[in-house]
């Protein structure tokens, strides 16, 4: 226990070393340390060697500069940090970040198979629109738009599939959609559930936030001398980790930053995010919706 | 290194006079390029150096005083740490061509005997490789500290930190620095063997 204490304090004191060598330790502190220095051979031989290690570091040349650093011109537009951009780049940030949860717990819900989104439900969807028969498929190719009043109006049909929860527990199995819908046969030959599948699902809402993700990059690219600005708004998490930092009204290398990035170019820049999350999330949605159909396949 | 008339230096350059800014920058460019030169490789350094007089002149007027060198020397480190983010595996390979181009070779020795030109080069290399193996914000400190010989208090304002986290990055940056150079004492001059 003893011997601890003193480990304990003998740790302390080595730290202590170190200011004591530039002399910032505090009167007290500087003269305990001293008293006990004086009767420690091992903190006496850590002094003397942090001593040599500071005056070997002190040695240590310096290099000339190799060319002069001196500015030919004035650098080009003083820098103001625009608090209004930076509020305006907050929002929309925060906006793609609420954007993107908000898409992401919609497909978790359908993951999930919480309601307005289960697999259940659509299958019973599916299953309805079949029924529907005729209109059902050239509203499918034609118009995406009606396709979606039909999604809603089935939607709104939900309660209905609670009746018959027996079927929807066979869903998978396939077949009791087609005992539930006796002109299953006509719904058979076309037979085409897993393109259906993935056919249907983007057309529901997520085709123009692809469309906007292809649409990115060539606004992008019509702006080519606005590469260096690009660049710069490249390194912005950069900068905004050193704010972070504390190191407020000497972070040149941060607002210098903040003066190439024009508003439109933080809005291009919110929307590429945006696309690519977006897009993203649909691949993936797709993609398991995808596999679950094929898990489906007869 | 201060400069007689700084603060008017400061004050006109402010006012877009650029041979007053000129002036400060020859005055600081050996420090500045000298602290990059520590934490990046040589031309990424020449380009931080670069950088940090360019940004300099631009913030001016958010320079509220103090020492002028820690101001530098803070925006200096700034740009060395953000290349470094970019950039992880690039400084423990640098340093080597950082030494190179820092070595003592370069630097007209006041000693006269080639073996102890040679202690102090094998010397410089073991400090830059022990440097190389501390954390960047241990380095930064130990470099402004012990090689440019920033006081307590430039270094609150270059690093932006409390004394306290000054005097503890400070310790344990040399703690970690001697026991580098006791690894390896054999190989050090004769106040490293003291044990012996």
Same mark, same amino acid.
């Given at each position: 226990m003893l011997e601890a204490l003193m480990q304990f304090r003998h740790r302390r004191f080595r730290r202590d070393l170190s200011a004591y060598v530039d002399d910032m330790l505090p009167e007290r502190a500087r003269?305990?340390? @001293? $008293?006990?220095?004086?009767?420690?051979? %091992?903190?006496? &031989?850590?002094?003397?060697? *942090?001593?040599? !290690?500071? @005056?070997?570091?002190?040695? *240590?040349? =310096?290099? @000339?500069?190799?060319?002069?650093?001196t500015l030919a011109a004035a650098p080009a537009a003083e820098v103001r940090p625009r608090p209004a951009a930076r509020r305006l780049e907050f929002g929309l940030r925060l906006a793609t970040a609420t954007a993107a949860f908000a898409l992401a717990l919609v497909i978790i819900g359908d993951f999930a198979?919480?309601?307005?989104?289960? @697999?259940?439900?659509?299958?019973?969807?599916?299953?309805? *629109?079949?029924? $529907?028969? &005729?209109? !059902?498929?050239?509203? =499918?190719?034609?118009?995406?738009?009606? !396709? %979606? %009043?039909?999604m809603e109006r089935a939607a709104v049909q939900t309660p209905a599939a609670n009746e018959t929860p027996p079927a929807l527990e066979a869903a998978p199995a396939e077949t009791p959609a087609a005992e &539930? %819908?006796?002109? $299953?046969?006509?719904?058979?030959?076309?037979?085409?559930?897993?393109?259906?599948?993935? !056919?249907? =699902?983007?057309?529901?809402?997520?085709?123009?936030?692809?469309?906007?993700? &292809?649409?990115?990059?060539?606004?992008?690219?019509?702006?080519t001398e606005e590469e260096p600005p690009e660049n710069e708004a490249l390194e912005e998490p950069e900068i905004e980790y050193k704010a972070d930092a504390g190191a407020a009204e000497a972070q040149p290398a941060a607002e210098e930053e903040g003066n190439g990035l024009s508003r439109e170019e933080v809005v291009r820049w919110l929307e590429i995010g945006l696309g690519a999350g977006v897009g993203a999330l649909v691949i993936v949605w797709a993609f398991a919706r995808f596999q679950r159909s094929i898990g489906n396949r007869p | 290194?201060?400069?007689? /008339?700084? +603060?008017?230096?400061?004050?006109?350059?402010?006012? +877009? /006079?650029?041979?007053?800014?000129?002036?400060?920058?020859? #005055?600081?460019?050996?420090?500045?390029?000298?602290?990059?030169?520590?934490?990046?490789?040589?031309?990424? #350094?020449?380009?931080?150096?670069?950088?940090?007089?360019?940004n300099a002149y631009r913030h001016l007027s958010s320079f509220r005083g103090g020492s002028f060198r820690a101001w530098l020397l803070r925006i200096a480190s700034n740009i060395c740490c953000d290349e470094l983010r970019r950039h992880r595996s690039r400084p423990t390979a640098s340093l080597d061509a950082a030494l190179e181009a820092g070595s003592p070779a370069d630097v007209p020795s006041h000693l006269a005997g080639p073996e102890e030109e040679a202690l102090r080069r094998e010397l410089g290399w073991h400090l830059q490789q022990g440097l190389a193996a501390l954390p960047a914000e241990q380095r930064l400190v130990i470099i402004l500290r012990d090689i440019h010989g920033l006081s307590y208090e430039e270094l609150t304002e270059a690093l932006h930190c409390s004394l306290g986290t000054v005097k503890s990055r400070i310790a344990r940056g040399r703690a970690r620095m001697r026991e580098y150079l006791m690894a390896r004492r054999e190989l050090l001059p004769r106040q490293f063997r003291l044990r012996e």
């Open positions: 003269r305990r340390l @001293e $008293a006990h220095l004086d009767s420690c051979q %091992t903190c006496r &031989q850590e002094l003397a060697e *942090l001593r040599a !290690t500071i @005056e070997a570091l002190g040695s *240590l040349p =310096m290099a @000339e500069a190799p060319r002069s650093f198979g919480l309601p307005g989104g289960g @697999e259940e439900e659509e299958e019973w969807v599916r299953g309805q *629109l079949f029924s $529907a028969g &005729q209109e !059902t498929p050239a509203a =499918m190719e034609a118009a995406p738009v009606e !396709t %979606t %009043t039909l &539930q %819908t006796p002109p $299953a046969p006509e719904a058979a030959p076309v037979e085409t559930p897993e393109p259906y599948g993935i !056919t249907e =699902m983007p057309d529901i809402s997520e085709v123009p936030g692809i469309s906007d993700v &292809q649409r990115e990059p060539a606004v992008g690219a019509d702006v | 290194m201060a400069i007689a /008339d700084e +603060g008017q230096l400061i004050r006109s350059s402010r006012k +877009g /006079d650029l041979e007053a800014f000129n002036t400060l920058v020859q #005055a600081y460019q050996r420090q500045v390029y000298n602290l990059c030169l520590r934490m990046l490789d040589p031309v990424a #350094a020449e380009d931080a150096a670069q950088q940090t007089f360019i």
